[in-house]
């Protein structure tokens, strides 16, 4: 079947660095998004990665390993406002999207 | 108005009751979808469109029956709903169904079933 794990829940401090990683296991591969999502709004895209390596936007940063399967989202200078659930989500073969279920992010002054 | 956008916002329905739910989107975008999302569990995409046409239905129960009257608009109509439908119904649209642009997300709709 087709999986995508990331942590449920992680804690930082304000100011800080975070890694929210990502494993998954999918028929086939066409890219790997991370989407944002506050409480109670919807999900909003925050980087696509298609080839290995690390894209940089800003104060995020999303790597991407094909071969093992691996993500990881990289939030620098961690503001308040970056408390929310991050969304790790896979294309498949198909260009279908199997979402992970989110890892919410909780910011502590 | 910009972007994606759903009416109502909050629905609370009985189970005997139909209702519809409106998405919009105004950034010229071919593709549109519906997605559930339930508490703690990922995004489940129940129907998609690419230029008004059906090309995705993810075994979505027949009480729930999408409408996709053009490329800017996208309909779900609700009959005869279960409590378990309860969740938030979130529309999403993308420049051509392939994603690699990623999906730009309504507001949602927070349905409950009573």
């Known amino acids: 079947g087709q999986n995508i794990d990331q942590p449920t829940e992680m804690t930082a401090t304000e100011g800080a660095i975070v890694q929210i990683n990502c494993t998954y296991q999918?028929?086939?591969?066409?890219?790997l998004f991370w989407y944002q999502q506050h409480a109670g709004e919807a999900p909003t895209f925050l980087s696509y990665?298609?080839l290995d390596g690390l894209e940089e936007k800003g104060r995020f940063s999303s790597f991407l390993s094909r071969s093992k399967g691996y993500s990881y989202l990289l939030l620098k200078e961690l503001q308040m406002k970056d408390s929310a659930s991050y969304l790790c989500?896979?294309?498949?073969?198909?260009?279908?999207?199997?979402w992970g279920a989110g890892t919410k992010l909780i910011i502590k002054p | 108005e910009t972007g994606v956008t759903q009416t109502p916002r909050h629905l609370v329905m009985g189970m005997t009751n139909k209702k519809s739910l409106k998405c919009e989107q105004h950034?010229?975008?071919?593709?549109m979808y519906w997605y559930k999302q339930s508490a703690k569990k990922p995004l489940e995409l129940m129907f998609v469109?690419?230029?008004?046409?059906?090309?995705e239905n993810n075994s979505v129960p027949s009480r729930f029956s999408p409408e996709c009257p053009n490329s800017s608009h996208l309909f779900l109509h609700l009959h005869t709903l279960q409590p378990e439908d309860s969740a938030l119904y979130l529309c999403?649209?993308?420049?051509?169904?392939?994603?690699?642009?990623?999906?730009?997300f309504g507001p949602g709709t927070r349905l409950t079933v009573t």
């Open positions: 999403a649209s993308s420049q051509g169904e392939t994603v690699s642009e990623g999906q730009y």
């Open positions: 950034l010229g975008h071919n593709a």
């Open positions: 469109y690419n230029f008004k046409e059906q090309t």
């Open positions: 999918t028929s086939g591969f066409n890219g």
């Open positions: 990665n298609v």
């Open positions: 989500v896979v294309a498949d073969s198909n260009y279908q999207l199997i």
